[in-house]
Nanobody, 114 residues
Framework: QVQLVESGGGWVHTGGSLRLSCQTS????????IGWYRQGPGKERELVAD???????NYKDSVKGRFTISRDSAKNTVDLEMNTLKPEDTAVYYC????????WGQGTQVTVSS
């Protein structure tokens, strides 16, 4: 069953910002590296950023300096702050553990218009 729920997507112009949130269960949150993935139109799903249980962060090169991943242990959430958005960031964004399981949620749509 799905235990990761994404929210916060939307539509913005190039250069805009959005903040995504992933609500997880306490077990998933405490014992797993959690990542934000995305799947753009006609593309394969890819890992964008992840954060370990110790707070270490990793980013795909194309989002470094623009995206920030964070975790809130009080809420069991993992957020993705996205700034200076580009049309190529348009995708459905998902959260999952790293490495990913087949337990995908519905995702949240991010659309960046030029």
């Amino acid at each position: 069953q799905v235990q990761l729920v994404e929210s916060g997507g939307g539509w913005v112009h190039t250069g805009g910002s959005l903040r995504l949130s992933c609500q997880t269960s306490v077990v998933i949150f405490r014992f797993n590296t959690i990542g934000w993935y995305r799947q753009g139109p006609g593309k394969e799903r890819e890992l964008v950023a992840d954060i370990t249980v110790y707070g270490a962060q990793n980013y795909k090169d194309s989002v470094k300096g623009r995206f920030t991943i964070s975790r809130d242990s009080a809420k069991n959430t993992v957020d993705l702050e996205m700034n200076t958005l580009k049309p190529e960031d348009t995708a459905v964004y998902y959260c999952n553990v790293v490495p990913a399981t087949s337990n995908w949620g519905q995702g949240t749509q991010v659309t960046v218009s030029s």
